[in-house]
């Protein structure tokens, strides 16, 4: 996993170290000092950390503007043992939602696996952007991930599963990302009803 980088590809227009409103601002890092873990495998050293013992993210991009943030998380996520959600939700996204990003795209293909406990800091998340119009989407997940997150019963809170699953987004520009994503589910809300 120590070789496994966070995408690199739009550093160019976006990034959280250098962003005064993001969690990570002025975090500094190192190309050689491993330190991170999930359980005995090291993470290559720009995973951010946030609190979590066994989940890491990468803040991808951000448009305050359009009030959306690109995000691509590795390890595994797990609220049963570590409450991983209160740890993202306290550490992470409150600031976030705090400078009006309301939509949330979690890139998933790097969590290995899910294991779901209580549903309050979704359902608190899902109350504070809804009201906006807002969502948080999980795209690529992996079949044993959907099924867990089903089984929590986080899809009232969270968009996830095949439709939003198989998605080429790392050669896309983030906004051309996001506007895929955000068409993906209107067509599901609309689909529901």
């Known amino acids: 996993m120590h070789d496994i980088e966070p995408h690199f590809g739009w550093r160019d227009?976006?990034?959280?170290?250098?962003?005064?409103?993001?969690?990570?601002?002025?975090?500094?890092?190192?190309?050689?000092?491993?330190s991170n873990r999930v359980y005995n495998y090291l993470l290559h050293p720009q995973w951010d950390e946030f609190g979590a013992e066994t989940l890491y993210l990468k803040l991808l991009f951000v448009d305050y503007d359009e009030g959306y943030a690109i995000i691509e998380f590795i390890g595994e996520w797990n609220d049963a043992v570590h409450n991983d959600i209160m740890h993202l939700k306290r550490e992470f996204v409150d600031q976030l939602v705090g400078n009006g990003i309301k939509y949330f795209v979690l890139i998933m293909e790097g969590v290995l696996n899910f294991h779901g406990d209580e549903v309050d800091y979704y359902e608190e998340w899902n109350d504070e952007i809804t009201d906006e119009g807002g969502w948080v989407a999980l795209l690529n997940t992996h079949p044993q991930v959907d099924d867990e997150l089903t089984q929590t019963r986080l899809d009232e809170y969270l968009h996830f599963g095949q439709h939003l699953n198989g998605l080429t987004w790392r050669p896309q520009k983030p906004h051309r990302v996001f506007e895929a994503v955000e068409g993906l589910i209107q067509t599901e809300v609309r689909r529901v009803y």
């Open 13 to 34: 227009r976006y990034r959280a170290e250098d962003d005064d409103a993001s969690p990570f601002f002025g975090r500094q890092y190192s190309e050689f000092g491993f």
